[in-house]
T-cell receptor, first 115, second 115 residues
Framework: KNQVEQSPQSLIILEGKNCTLQCNYTVSPFSNLRWYKQDTGRGPVSLTIMTFSENTKSNGRYTATLDADTKQSSLHITASQLSDSASYIC??????????????FGKGTHLIIQP | EAGVAQSPRYKIIEKRQSVAFWCNPISGHATLYWYQQILGQGPKLLIQFQNNGVVDDSQLPKDRFSAERLKGVDSTLKIQPAKLEDSAVYLC?????????????FGSGTRLTVV
């Protein structure tokens, strides 16, 4: 069964600190992996998309890594800001996996940045 | 480029009432998705359209939920009658190509509260 597991479930850090969120997946065959940021009550916004051949991709203070061999990904946030408080969702796209949309969603990590 | 538009942004109704949500996808996107996202969980696919045809609605509770995409552009999702457990954020997404999810983008969602 295709699954995406994220950890931790929730995280609280002080403003200015760094943090790393984890995503492990079992989706096969693999097409790409995406990280989304979702503010409360809003739709998810794409941060990064990585294919099999990419092992790192940055978007400002966000850096995602992908190890396709171990089926693990991480999202590193540098110098956190209050506006980073949100849920971060890992989504894996497989050509035949997941739902009819080919996507398997993680449950997200709820990140809170404290001043 | 305009994003995926959804309305209303918020809706509060009593149980057993009816409600409808509207989605306007990105221009030219053939594939449209409706998701239900319960608090603390990842989005769950309800229905997927390719142009004006249904690709998959296996997870749509058809006794109370219905959706249509007339003319292959805008879409509406209806709940009749609503139950307390329908309280969630309803997300619409669209993509240009079904398999590669090219341009896959979420709308801001409609937050439904059933009381």
């Amino acid at each position: 069964k295709n699954q995406v597991e994220q950890s931790p479930q929730s995280l609280i850090i002080l403003e200015g600190k760094n943090c790393t969120l984890q995503c492990n997946y079992t989706v096969s065959p693999f097409s790409n992996l995406r990280w989304y940021k979702q503010d409360t009550g809003r739709g998810p916004v794409s941060l990064t998309i990585m294919t099999f051949s990419e092992n790192t991709k940055s978007n400002g203070r966000y850096t995602a890594t992908l190890d396709a061999d171990t089926k693990q990904s991480s999202l590193h946030i540098t110098a956190s800001q209050l506006s980073d408080s949100a849920s971060y969702i890992c989504v894996v796209s497989g050509s035949s996996g997941g739902g009819a949309d080919g996507l398997t969603f993680g449950k997200g990590t709820h990140l809170i940045i404290q001043p | 480029e305009a994003g995926v538009a959804q309305s209303p942004r918020y809706k509060i109704i009593e149980k057993r009432q009816s409600v409808a949500f509207w989605c306007n996808p990105i221009s030219g996107h053939a594939t449209l998705y409706w998701y239900q996202q319960i608090l603390g969980q990842g989005p769950k696919l309800l229905i997927q359209f390719q142009n004006n045809g249904v690709v998959d609605d296996s997870q749509l509770p058809k006794d109370r939920f219905s959706a249509e995409r007339l003319k292959g552009v805008d879409s509406t999702l209806k709940i009749q009658p609503a139950k307390l457990e329908d309280s969630a954020v309803y997300l619409c997404a669209s993509s240009a190509l079904r398999q590669s999810h090219y341009g896959y983008t979420f709308g801001s969602g409609t937050r439904l509260t059933v009381v």
